[in-house]
């Protein structure tokens, strides 16, 4: 998760972003195009000791230990060498037992690879309806529901303990390894090994090896079963490192919490405690599709605005069907393809999912992945297809442009968040635009 964890927003590694309705390429490049996923960043979590089942010390024994000269002997690369020596040192003073960590190492190797995923990322973006075309594909709605009979007993055993709705933990299950099709098959210990010596986030990834050796220690895996995203994401719904051992459940009874069996229960479970841990309100929905009355004041479209839906029905937002939206808590207006897209009122579930993957997009697509599983149909309202996304270095240029006229984005990064968002919207309202915050290509040539 951490993924989620993958992906989790807790735990997050790689930025993404889904305002302004890009949505950037997969973190987990093992899996195919039409299966991507968004991840996002998240601060490390401090392993919960808990959670976690007793080590067995019989594993371990069992392994045959490796000296360090014999682990620099396998390793390809110089530096590479001399980091992992310094880092053994650091990992046995964060607990992590000699033969624990010389068994991890014994086929580590410097990727390369991994370097080259992890520095090619930012130039590569879909707009969010090409992004929903594949998360809620009627291919992945047919292996959802599939998947749903398949495993029904379990699921529903795991919905009654955490109060999660079993297609919500399918639409995550989907979203992140096709059901478990696709779980990665980089060994975790080289990829995180990587990164730490070569990578942008070091002492970041540094967290997350240290997390990964806790884990063999404690028994729940092996090295060689330990594989993954080149970024570190592992099992049926790509959990990270520090968030296994923070959330991670033992839902078999067999003492280990084994995420990366065949048998996807134990990952499952832990995706329904992880989503129950943040406040997931049973019986309630992410968001609805709404409509909005002319003249809508698209300075409430924000998710630091929230109201009641009787609230919002008196000003004239109603449900697809016309009718006012049910009672389901606050909500907040969402708007992430701008006034010519579908609209949402999105709720506190909304937000419990947001903490697996902070992107607006993939949030989205979990939701409606499992609406669609449970039945419900495609949304009503249409996208602006005919648009496409802007390269990043068209965002940049669009930063740089609106702040040289006077709306400054505070910096030129980018990526389209809160502070380039408000930026536009001030553009917008200037030229007597509809101020939804979108940053589109038509906006982008109005700059120019």
Do not use: C
């Not at 606050?330 to 903490?355: D, T």
């Not at 910096?411 to 380039?420: A, E, L, Y």
């Amino acid at each position: 998760m951490r993924a989620l964890f993958f992906g989790l927003s807790t735990a997050v590694f790689v930025s993404t972003s889904a305002l302004g309705g890009l949505v950037e390429q997969s973190l987990r490049p093992e899996m195919r195009p039409s299966e991507t996923v968004v991840a996002s960043v998240a601060k490390p979590i401090a392993p919960n000791s808990k959670i976690r089942p007793v080590a067995r010390p019989t594993v371990i024994k069992k392994e045959r230990a490796v000296t360090p000269e014999a682990i620099l002997a396998a390793t390809s690369n110089a530096g590479f060498k001399r980091w992992v020596s310094g880092f053994r040192k650091r990992a046995l003073n964060a607990g992590i037992s000699p033969a624990v960590f010389d068994r991890a190492f014994r086929s580590a190797r410097y990727d390369a690879k991994v370097i080259e995923r992890d520095r090619n990322q930012s130039e590569f973006t879909k707009t969010i309806w090409q992004y929903l075309d594949s998360a809620a594909s009627e291919k992945r709605i047919t292996n959802g529901k599939a998947a749903l009979a398949k495993h029904q007993s379990k699921l529903e055993a795991i919905e009654a303990k955490y109060g999660v709705e079993k297609e919500v933990v399918v639409a995550v299950w989907g979203l992140e390894s096709a059901y478990g099709e696709f779980r990665g098959d980089t060994p975790i210990v080289s990829a995180l090994a990587t990164l730490s010596y070569d990578g942008r986030r070091g002492r970041f990834f540094e967290s997350q090896l240290i997390a990964a050796l806790k884990i063999l220690q404690a028994g729940d895996t092996t090295p060689d079963n330990m594989t993954g995203s080149w970024a570190g994401a592992m099992g049926h719904t790509q959990f990270i490192p520090t968030s296994y051992l923070e959330y991670a459940v033992d839902f078999t009874g067999d003492g280990r919490r084994d995420i990366w069996a065949d048998d996807p229960s134990d990952a499952l479970a832990s995706t329904a405690a992880y989503l129950s841990r943040f406040g997931w309100q049973k019986g309630m929905p992410w968001g609805v599709e709404v409509t909005l009355p002319e003249g809508f004041d698209y300075g409430l479209a924000s998710r630091k605005i929230k109201k009641a839906p009787a609230e919002w029905a008196k000003l004239g937002v109603r449900g697809v069907d016309g009718k006012p939206v049910p009672n389901h808590g606050v909500g907040s207006i969402l708007l992430p393809a701008g006034a010519r897209g579908a609209v949402f009122m999105v709720f506190k579930n909304f937000k419990v999912i947001e903490r697996y993957n902070a992107a607006d997009a993939y949030v989205i697509g979990v939701g409606h992945l499992s609406d669609r599983i449970a039945g419900a149909g495609p949304f009503k309202a249409n996208w602006p297809r005919e648009d496409r996304a802007l390269t990043f270095k068209e965002r940049q240029q669009m930063q740089r442009l609106l702040t040289a006229s006077g709306f400054n984005t505070r910096g030129v990064d980018g990526k389209i968040g809160p502070n380039s968002i408000s930026a536009i919207k001030r553009f917008q309202r200037s030229k007597g635009m509809i101020p939804d915050g979108y940053a589109s290509l038509s906006l982008l040539k109005r700059l120019r």
